[in-house]
């Protein structure tokens, strides 16, 4: 500035010409160079629609403009329409622009019209281009209905309309009082009933669509084999994914074991046997004092359940089906739930039995048992992606005695869940197969829970199962948890098949090596690999006080193993069991593992040992058939399950 004024003070006395030329260096020189903000953005949420010809399909246009937005400019097939104008925009920095387009009645089926929106902002700097495209099909969409808050009084929705769930929908009304650690009280019911093939959508974003059936009420949701009921995300085919939203809650008034025993009273009501569901969101599960095991909160029959899990909380996600104190009265039957973003499933406490139930592709657990749950599931497929796991490890089954984490816990109801015929898959088809390094265990049964496992086939999984025992007896806080159990023989895992991977490591179990597992069976204290640095680990049956170190599954200083009725873990699982060191000797097919193309083959080979072997002396509640797994010579998921959603359209 200081030679500028110098420069002009000389001039002075020049020509006009001159000193207006100054003027405007010093104009220039003062003038702070401005930068803009970034250009506005666009998001298309559908980005497809279908309708006949002359029908109205609908998106919205996500309009972010941190210079603020001026025009939403639209083209139609790269023209512009008189049907859709231009839109002018509010001037905000973050708008949304709901456009309808009408097809036009001319237009022929399969026909495609392509929208395309670019924003222009303040400062005339332009957006990406968002593209809508409208198919013209044969078969007219249906209307959605938008449904929020509680449903009080019986309600059906049916088949000609799509329902979309907005945040937490519940069946009833199910609240606790606005202060104090008080037992929320049931102050309306309801009966939701949805006709076969009833379409509902969970609504995406902030905590997404939730599906919760509060304790008292009922849901009625019959499909058939023909015209399943489907929950999914709402987004377009190939955009779909896990956690779109939230989840079908059920809650009931059957018994759990959160009780004030070993100090573990529930601190969100105050009241035994009583307890909101992990999260916070309302889900208040048990009868307390007045349980009722046989509680009925209805069917779920022939119904589907996709792209479920929005996270509550870091770690607490909803899970595909949630089930709370659920009791035997309610009817669970043949169920799929696909991309689960928790748990395919998860029982806190009830005595709800199960029968047909599909886990395909969750990121945890596919069979999640918790909190005295005591029901018995029979005919049971989990199937695994070998690259989808979660971060706090996978099962095909986890089991715990009280959810907490006391390892020892011995509040009653004991969780004595019991499965029968499950074919449990998991990610490691071929010892070239990579899969996720947080899989663990085919079953993990832990926290003092005496889970019981009968003529069921489970494979490619690092560990086959992993009883673990926490803390040993002589520990001052422990009386040798789920260990102990198993030494008693109450942990009864009978007449099943355990078969590793050809080519995988020593034993087809990760990388432990023959004379590794061998000297687990005669007793004796690990071998050279006990902490084997290539993970995963693998081992047919661990039992003791392990964790994970580094990723690697290990035990405690490599020490041995516990003993289980006097045997090693091996020894105790091979004297009611069948190994094999390759699932290819099962007489499944290859097709049952990841990636599908198409249906798999689920039905085993004629010579199979799945044909035969199972026995269900000392059992009750259980249909008697001879074969192990999930099937014998019918395949049950025939013409109701869907192995390949994210490309299904479901708006007709």
């Not at 005339?124 to 209307?143: M, R």
């Not at 696909?338 to 596919?366: C, M, P, Q, R």
């Not at 959810?403 to 029968?420: E, H, L, R, W």
């Amino acid at each position: 500035m200081k030679n500028a004024k110098t420069l002009a003070a000389g001039l002075l006395g020049g020509s006009l010409t001159a000193v207006m030329m100054v003027a405007g260096l010093l104009v220039s020189s003062c003038t702070k160079t401005e930068t803009n903000k970034p250009a506005p953005t666009v998001t298309v949420t559908p980005a497809t629609a279908s309708n006949t010809a002359g029908s109205a399909v609908t998106t919205a246009i996500a309009v972010d403009s941190p210079e603020g937005g001026s025009m939403l400019k639209i083209l139609v097939n790269g023209a512009a329409s008189a049907d859709l104008p231009d839109q002018t925009l509010d001037g905000s920095p973050s708008q949304t622009v709901n456009i309808s387009y009408t097809i036009p009645a001319t237009a022929s089926v399969g026909a495609t019209y392509v929208v395309t929106f670019q924003a222009l902002d303040k400062k005339n700097q332009q957006s990406n281009v968002g593209t809508f495209t409208a198919t013209v099909s044969a078969v007219p969409a249906k209307t959605i209905v938008e449904v929020t808050g509680n449903i009080t009084s019986n309600t059906t929705w049916t088949k000609d309309k799509i329902y979309r769930l907005n945040g937490f929908v519940r069946v009833g009304k199910d609240e606790k009082p606005s202060s104090g650690t008080v037992a929320p009280v049931i102050s309306a019911t309801a009966v939701l009933t949805i006709e076969a093939g009833t379409v509902i959508y969970g609504k995406t974003g902030t905590p997404g669509g939730t599906l919760i059936v509060q304790r008292g009420s009922q849901i009625q949701a019959v499909g058939t084999s023909t015209a399943p009921i489907i929950f999914t995300s709402e987004k377009s085919p190939g955009t779909k994914k896990s956690g779109d939203w939230g989840g079908v809650v059920l809650c009931g008034k059957a018994k759990n074991n959160f009780t004030s025993a070993n100090g573990l009273l529930s601190s969100s009501t105050g009241t035994d046997m009583i307890e909101e569901l992990e999260g916070g969101y309302g889900g208040f599960i048990g009868g307390g004092a007045s349980a009722a095991d046989n509680d009925n909160s209805g069917t779920l029959k022939y119904v589907r359940i996709e792209y479920a899990g929005y996270p509550i909380n870091p770690n607490q996600e909803i899970n595909g089906l949630t089930l709370g104190s659920i009791g035997s009265g309610t009817t669970l039957s043949y169920i799929q739930v696909t991309y689960a973003n928790d748990d395919s499933y998860e029982w806190f406490g009830g005595a709800v039995n199960a029968d047909h139930l599909i886990a395909y592709k969750g990121i945890d657990d596919d069979f999640d048992t918790d909190n005295g749950f005591s029901g018995k599931v029979q005919f049971g497929l989990g199937i695994r992606d070998s690259n989808i796991a979660d971060q706090s490890g996978s099962n095909g089954f986890e089991s715990d005695n009280n959810a907490i984490g006391a390892q020892t816990d011995s509040n009653a109801p004991v969780t004595v869940a019991q499965f029968s015929n499950m074919t449990i898959i998991g990610g490691k088809a071929t010892s070239g197969t990579t899969i996720d390094l947080q899989f663990q265990n085919g079953a993990q049964i832990r926290r003092n829970s005496a889970m019981g496992l009968f003529n069921s086939i489970v494979t490619g999984y690092p560990n086959g199962v992993f009883i673990d025992g926490g803390l040993p007896a002589a520990t001052p806080t422990g009386s040798g948890g789920t260990v102990a159990k198993a030494s008693a023989n109450q942990v009864p895992i009978k007449n099943n098949i355990f078969a590793g991977v050809d080519g995988w490591g020593g034993n087809g179990y990760g990388s432990a090596s023959t004379a590794d597992e061998t000297s687990a069976v005669t007793g004796l204290p690990f071998g050279a690999n006990a902490n084997h640095p290539n993970a995963p680990r693998g081992r047919i049956c661990p039992a003791g006080a392990g964790g994970f170190t580094n990723g690697v599954f290990g035990y405690n200083s490599g020490a041995s193993e516990q003993q289980l009725n006097s045997m090693a873990p091996v020894a105790w699982l091979k004297a009611t069991n069948t190994m094999m060191a390759k699932w290819t000797d099962s007489g499944l097919s290859a097709t049952i593992f990841e990636p599908l193309n198409g249906a798999p083959t689920l039905i085993p080979t004629a010579s199979s040992p799945l044909t035969s072997g199972a026995d269900f002396t000392g059992l009750s509640g259980f249909q008697t058939v001879a074969y192990r797994g999930a099937f014998g010579t019918t395949d049950w998921t025939s013409g109701w399950v869907n192995w390949n959603p994210g490309i299904t359209d479901y708006s007709k």
